[in-house]
Structure formats: structure tokens, C-alpha cells
């Protein structure tokens, strides 16, 4: 049996793109993550702010290691998010998962995104498919 930290560490071994993000593991247990990254200079928009896909993918990352964490192999079914707080070069902006149900065959899960001063910036909400198969294999 694999702890949940165990699973998100091999699902980071394989995630190269949270690690281009920058992502940094803060705190898994079953259902819950936490996460960090910083806003690089290439992930700002036009307008000086967080392009929306970054924190859209912060917050997927987030979702993704709260609803893979028991070794169930689980996809995104729905997923939206709302911003509330513009983010610059330079925030520090953390995720947070947390589960809001743990079905058989489906998940649901709210993520905050915060600023470097606690300040919530984004809500992200996801719905994952649970296939039944492990993600770590013994």
C-alpha cells in the first residue's frame, strides 16, 4: 500500500509540467494537498497579471494530487474557476485541495489559490472520475 505522499511524489517524477511550474509540495494527505509556486516573468499576460492558465493549471496540479493521493487512478470530469484577485511577477501563490465528497466513482474537490499575504485570489472547483486502477503499481 502506498502512502498518499508516495503517490504524489511519483506523479511528480512524471508531471513535467508542474515541474516547469515550479511547484513545490507543501502538505498531501488522503483527499487534501497543498502547493507553492512562483510567478515567473513569462507567466504574466499581456495586462501585467497571472495569465488565467497558470492558475487554472496551479489549481489543476492541486486537484489533481487531492483526488490521485489513495492510488485510485482519477481524471478530471468537470473542472471551473473564478478570479477573484489579480497576481504579479513575483507572488508567491499557494493552492489548497480540499475534498468535498469521495464516491466510488466520482470526487469532488474546492481548491484556493492564495497570495503571499493569505488573501484568497482564485476558487477552483473539480470533479474527477475514479477508474478503479492503480497509479503506483507495487
Known sequence: MHTPKQVVD??????????????????VE?????????IRPEMVNGFGIIHG????????????????NRNNLSVA?????T??????????????AKELHNGKS????????FNQTGEAAAHFKGTCFRTGKPLVNS
Open 10 to 27: 511519483h506523479m511528480m517524477e512524471h508531471d513535467a509540467f508542474s515541474r516547469w511550474l515550479g511547484i513545490e509540495i507543501i502538505a
Open 30 to 38: 488522503e483527499g487534501y494537498s497543498k502547493i507553492r509556486m512562483a
Open 53 to 68: 492558465g497558470i492558475a487554472f493549471s496551479l489549481a489543476d496540479s492541486a486537484f489533481a494530487f487531492a483526488c490521485n
Open 77 to 81: 470530469l468537470d473542472t471551473s474557476i
Open 83 to 96: 478570479f477573484n484577485k489579480p497576481l504579479k511577477v513575483g507572488d508567491i501563490i499557494t493552492a489548497e
Open 106 to 113: 466520482t470526487g469532488l474537490y474546492h481548491v484556493t489559490i
